[in-house]
């Protein structure tokens, strides 16, 4: 075109004024220099989890056993699933119980339907940390929307990797394809796993070769279809329209168009449940605490997922363990601050596992959290403050360690109290919580009365004996002059006079020890200068 | 080789040219001077040898627990003998906000310690922010835990206490530093007590000196 401006910009002209501006090659059509709108295309993740009716009854003990699956209640068992121990022993899908006894020793587990959906349900509920658009696909499956959650997650590859490596601290075995359509990640996931196709037009040639046994069609209409000849995906696709449209039913057409992108498919999200709760059925009982540690960090890696995929922290873990009666044991695992860390639940869990004692052996093992709450701006620290980063957290890790070993009561903090009688004077708390009642001597307004107390007070006061009409302590004790009355009110319940001396042992040691001014007059030993 | 090539070479050095140790200023002037670098180690643990109960052992570190819980960091007490009497460290100057008790359900007697204590031990000495752990440790804790505390006191940066009785001032010991504290001979009747207070170990030439409070 000659390269001349038109006197008058029209609106149909603009488009060629900047047509001309753009160099490009003679005879080409030069693009548009308005930048089209971008649309996001969906890309839909599928795990398949095949093994998923016996994963998720073994998943609680340590993998270790040759273990198969059967259906239970029927006369002649076959195998319907067998786990890596098995497989290496020869142990088919399909094969007589009988015969697989023969092969090997073996732990035979029943099909356990409703396991499995609650399975279904707990990976779609971890599954939600990765995106917020998860569904189930019954009976073994889930399909994620990730294509918003690339970015967060550093590219197709590192989500993979994280999402691979999470299913296996699970215990689940599965396999993915990822694709423009679920039902085409659906269908890759179970024919060609770890297939990627990110775009709609490659469909076509990615499921041309498929069978169409893939599209878990009604036998009914899989056998009509094979009748006419077709075998594969690419023949379905060849056949015309409105002829398959009347002779099978218009939702076979719909269905086809879904798989290749030519129809929306929208599906439910998954609504995550208020509170979290799982459970694992151990494949065997358990009789030592210690064992429960597999499948406890297993329940943890799940309520790892949903607390990420929900933006909450807890507080507080409720475990309970349950025998093959169906009687409970539950217990407790309190946070001193509310934090989704895993690792650090898993560090307290096995403290007190290792110190638990089992009445009965076990066989599940379950967990409840329904104190979430939600997560709260990271705090604002001075940045100039030196050393004060960790305060909170070393505090309430140090504290929960603490805690989970030794007992609740293991770590408690002192306070003043207001109050005459020395034993009462002093008072435990918890610490980092409102002081209360207790105060400081200076608060109290005691500066007045200059009183020496003792650096160590002992839990109960002890009798001393007394030789030569004197109080006697690994060797005679010699009162220093001056001494201290405390009498307490007569109202109170127990009423004390005693009159407060300080002694000197024969070592050199100083001790605070009292007389009572009633009744036998004895000579107690109250505490300890240092 | 005369001595300054002997002094240049590397893996060689002098008593007396030690780096310079962070330390607690100790709140007496006498025991300042006496230890290397002028104060309690502020990580690292020091041994407090008494030959009995109640002649000032807890008064000697008073003044640094002080200090160290007014300036906001926590001051733990593992497994202590006796109750600590709040009225007492209030007079103190102990800021009682910061301070921590850690009771253990189960006591040692008298042979050994028990596996509580040393962890509880050892996981108040990692504690970062920490600044002072007093231990009660009896004569034959083994010299491996012992090891154990003082690295983690190290990496915690946490200065440790440990009180334990004179009899095993002959064993040898990880500590940093170890002193000896006694009545000095004739004046058991004084009021305030008298303490002498003999450095076992510490780096340096401190090694045998005294000094009496």
């Given amino acids: 075109m000659a390269a001349s401006l038109p006197t008058t910009i029209t609106r149909s002209a603009r ?60 006369r002649r068992p076959q195998v319907l699933l067998s786990n890596r121990h098995a497989a290496a022993l020869g142990i088919r899908a399909g094969m007589p119980l009988a015969a697989a006894h023969a092969l090997g020793q073996l732990g035979v587990l029943e099909r356990d339907e409703r396991a499995e959906q609650a399975a279904l349900v707990q990976l779609c509920q971890w599954a939600l940390q990765f995106t917020s658009e998860v569904s189930a696909v019954a009976p073994d499956g889930l399909v994620l929307e990730v294509d918003g959650s690339l970015k967060l997650f550093g590219g197709l590859e590192s989500l993979l990797q994280q999402l691979r490596g999470g299913l296996r601290r699970l215990g689940y075995r599965a396999d993915y394809a ?51 000849g077709v075998r594969t995906l690419g023949d379905c696709r060849r056949l015309p329209r409105n002829g398959l449209a009347r002779r099978f039913s218009p939702l076979l057409l719909e269905h086809l168009d879904r798989l290749f992108g030519q129809r929306a498919d929208p599906r439910p999200g998954f609504e995550p449940p208020r509170r979290f709760a799982s459970a694992i059925e151990l494949p065997w009982e358990v009789d030592s605490a210690r064992a429960l540690l ?122 003043v109290l207001p109050q005459h009688r020395p034993e009462a004077a002093f008072g435990w708390r918890r610490p980092l919580l409102n002081a209360g009642r207790m105060t400081t001597l200076a608060e109290q307004g005691a500066g007045g009365r200059q009183v020496r107390r003792p650096l160590w ?65 004895r000579w107690y030993l109250h505490g300890i200068f240092e | 080789m005369t001595l300054q090539e002997l002094m240049q070479r590397a893996g060689m050095w002098r008593g007396g040219e030690l780096p310079p140790l962070a330390t607690h200023p100790t709140g007496f002037a006498g025991l300042d001077a006496i230890l290397p670098g002028g104060g309690w180690p502020q990580a690292g643990l020091v041994e407090i040898l008494t030959a009995s109960s109640g002649i000032g052992a807890l008064r000697l570190v008073l003044p640094m627990l002080a200090a160290a819980s007014r300036a906001g960091d926590w001051i733990v007490w593992v497994d202590p003998p006796h109750i600590p009497y709040a009225p007492a460290l209030d007079a103190g100057g102990v800021a009682l906000s910061r ?23 050892e996981q108040a000495l990692r504690f970062a922010d920490c600044a002072v752990a007093l231990m009660w440790l009896g004569a ?63 780096r340096g030439t401190h090694h045998g000196a005294r000094c009496r409070l």
């Fill in chain 2, 99 to 121: 301070v921590l008790l850690v009771d253990l359900p189960t006591r040692s007697t008298a042979s050994g310690e028990d596996d509580e204590i040393l962890w509880a031990c």
């Fill in chain 1, 294 to 415: 597999v499948a406890g960090e297993r329940l943890l890696g799940e309520l790892g997922g949903y607390l990420r995929g929900s933006s909450a922290l807890t507080q507080r873990l409720r475990w309970h363990l349950v025998d093959r009666d169906g009687g409970r044991e539950c217990f407790d695992l309190a946070l001193a601050e509310p934090s989704r860390d895993e690792q650090h639940m898993l560090l307290l869990l096995r403290e007190t596992l290792m110190r638990k004692r089992l009445a009965v052996p076990v066989r599940a093992i379950g967990l409840d959290v329904a104190d979430l709450t939600s997560q709260r701006a990271p705090h604002m620290q001075d940045l100039f403050t030196p050393r004060r980063q960790g305060h909170a957290e070393g505090y309430a890790a140090f504290a929960d360690r603490l805690r989970a070993r030794c007992g609740e009561r293991a770590l408690r903090g002192l306070g």
């Fill in chain 2, 140 to 202: 034959t804790t083994p010299a491996l835990p012992m090891r154990r505390l003082q690295l983690a006191a190290e990496a915690g940066a946490t200065t440790g206490i440990v009180f334990r009785p004179a009899t095993c001032a002959a064993q040898s010991s990880p500590a940093l530093l170890r002193l000896a504290l006694e009545t000095p001979a004739g004046e058991e009747g004084s009021t305030p007590l008298a303490l002498e207070v003999k450095v076992i170990k510490a």
């Fill in chain 1, 457 to 521: 007070l002992l839990e109960r006061p002890l009798r001393l004996a007394v030789r030569d009409s004197q109080p006697w302590f690994e060797g005679p004790l010699a009162l220093v002059p001056g001494r201290e009355r405390i009498q307490s009110s007569w109202w109170e319940e127990e009423s004390l006079a005693r009159d407060y001396f300080t002694a000197i042992t024969a070592r050199g040691g100083r001790l605070w020890v009292f007389r009572e001014l009633g009744g036998a007059r």
């Fill in chain 1, 15 to 74: 488009l060629s004024v900047d047509a001309e501006a753009v160099p490009c090659a003679r005879g080409a059509s030069p693009t548009p220099a308005r930048p089209a709108a971008r649309t996001r295309a969906p890309l839909w993740l599928h795990l398949h989890l095949p093994h998923l009716a016996l994963d998720v009854l073994t998943r609680g003990g340590d993998g270790e056993r040759a273990c198969v699956l059967v259906e239970p209640g029927v």
């Fill in chain 1, 178 to 228: 990822v694709a423009p359509t679920p039902l085409a990640a659906a269908l890759l996931a179970r024919a060609r796993p770890r297939a990627i196709v990110r775009d709609k037009n490659q469909l076509p040639d990615c499921l041309a070769h498929l069978p169409l046994t893939a599209l878990r069609l009604e036998p009914a209409v899989q056998a009509a279809l094979g009748q006419l």
